[in-house]
């Protein structure tokens, strides 16, 4: 069953803008993390935010989570063409042994030259 | 290298012909999951296993088997692959002390003829 979904589906920008992508889930959450996904190749974790927090910040990246709208966003600052991939958040549950998660179908980003 | 593999990255087989993907993690974790991704769909589910010799349904299972004889290792296999099963498929691992974070594999791009 799908739990996260992003918005934008897609998103086009220029170097050294940000970016920002969001995440609506339905079910209540122990934790909300995103991940990077180049081309074909697997995911990559970048962060994770727990239920009871509201803003993280990593280098570059800034999740907030609002549980009350269940809903979560994931800003990229000062944007790089690197930067280009698929972000996908994820929802992990108490259920499925406690580690389980479930991902939304992501937002595509691409950062121009 | 802490890091999960899987082999085959890329097989192309024909319907009802048996098959086996090996995912293999170096990190000692508990928790592994196998993943399916299809365009629009995200990430779901297939197996996932807390343990040695524990093993559960994730999402969808249909078509599928797992097994977990060893911690390291968590294979999938296809008893009788079928067309609907061409997919990318993503095996993941995850420690007990590092809530739901999830190390992933490159990916086994698999087509069913």
């Known amino acids: 069953s799908q739990q996260g979904e992003e918005d934008p589906q897609a998103l086009s920008i220029q170097e050294g803008e940000n970016a920002t992508m969001n995440c609506s889930y339905k079910?209540?959450?122990?934790?909300l993390q995103w991940y990077r996904q180049n081309s074909g190749r697997g995911l990559v974790h970048l962060i994770l935010?727990?239920?009871?927090?509201r803003e993280k910040h990593s280098g570059r990246l800034r999740v907030t989570l609002d549980t009350s709208k269940k809903s979560s966003s994931l800003l990229i600052t000062a944007s790089r063409a690197a930067d280009t991939a698929s972000y996908f958040c994820?929802?992990?549950?108490?259920?499925?042994?406690?580690?389980?998660?479930?991902f939304g179908t992501g937002t595509q980003l691409k950062v121009e030259l | 290298e802490a890091q999960v593999t899987q082999n085959p990255r890329y097989l192309i087989t024909v319907t009802g012909k048996k098959l086996t993907v090996t995912c293999s993690q170096n990190?000692?974790?508990?928790?592994m999951s196998w993943y399916r991704q299809d365009p629009g769909l995200g990430l779901r589910q297939i197996y996932y296993?807390?343990?040695?010799?524990?093993?559960d349904k994730g999402d969808v299972p249909e078509g599928y088997k797992v097994s977990r004889k060893e911690k390291r290792n968590f294979p999938l296999i296809l008893e009788s692959p079928s067309p609907n099963q061409t997919s990318l498929y993503f095996c993941?691992?995850?420690?007990?002390?590092?809530?739901?974070?999830?190390?992933f594999g490159p990916g086994t791009r698999l087509t069913v003829l």
């Open positions: 990190m000692n974790h508990e928790y």
């Open positions: 994820a929802t992990g549950s108490l259920t499925g042994g406690g580690n389980k998660l479930t």
């Open positions: 935010i727990r239920s009871n927090e």
């Open positions: 993941a691992s995850t420690g007990s002390g590092r809530a739901n974070e999830q190390f």
């Open positions: 079910t209540s959450i122990n934790n």
């Open positions: 296993s807390m343990n040695v010799e524990v093993t």
